[in-house]
């Protein structure tokens, strides 16, 4: 298939994602407004409220650790060609993605547990769409969170080093690029484009 052709075909695949989702979006705004059940507060049992707080941190720390680990395959694919093969074999690539769950799932459950050890003797309204930590602290009255605050600093920790990782990463892919002459930019960056298609298809 010609180059064009591809890259026609994969615009209007990521038009079809984009407009699906933005339609799914505009359903849920709609379905909020229309539905006046949903205006009113609604009952969660302990078990679902732990759930989703597991779930919310889960998803949010393995998106987090994805995102890094997707930046170091680009900068591997671009400021190490010759070595990517070597670097991203399809092991790196399993062992990434389980360390990202796993990563998910030790937060999840440091929150998780953290924020239910508590006592809460306030009222067990939770001023929010979701059970969220910020909003399970203001119905605690228990003195001391020491598991929250630990978890909170390693959180910090943790998304203040994937911030500074991207930002190396991206700022060495760009100045890989830019040492590129122009006349064979073209040319590697279709390369590029074609082993990235024959590595992950």
């Known amino acids: ?43 969660i049992s302990l078990l679902a409220c732990a759930a989703q707080v597991f779930l919310v941190v889960f998803l949010a720390v393995s998106e987090m650790s994805l995102l890094m680990m997707m930046c170091y395959d680009r900068y591997a694919a671009i400021c190490q060609p010759l070595r990517y093969d070597l670097i991203m074999d399809r092991g790196a690539c399993g062992k990434m993605a389980a360390a990202s769950w796993l990563n998910g799932g030790l937060f999840g459950a440091m929150y998780s547990a953290g924020i239910f050890k508590l006592s809460f003797c306030e009222s067990n309204v939770i001023q929010q769409f979701f059970c969220d930590v910020p909003a399970l602290l203001k119905n605690s009255c228990s003195e001391t969170h020491v598991v929250i605050d630990v978890s909170v600093d390693v959180g910090i920790g943790f998304g203040s080093v994937s911030f500074v990782s991207l930002v190396v ?10 040492r590129f002459p122009s006349t064979e930019m073209t040319d590697y960056s279709l390369s590029l484009h074609f082993v990235y298609l024959i590595v992950d298809p």
């Open 169 to 178: 990463s991206y700022v060495r892919i760009f100045l890989a690029v830019l």
């Open 1 to 43: 298939m010609p180059v064009q052709e591809l890259w026609l075909a994969q615009a209007v695949l990521f038009l079809l994602v984009y407009l699906t989702a933005l339609t799914g979006n505009h359903l849920i705004v709609a379905v909020n407004i229309l539905d006046r059940r949903l205006h009113t507060p609604i009952e």
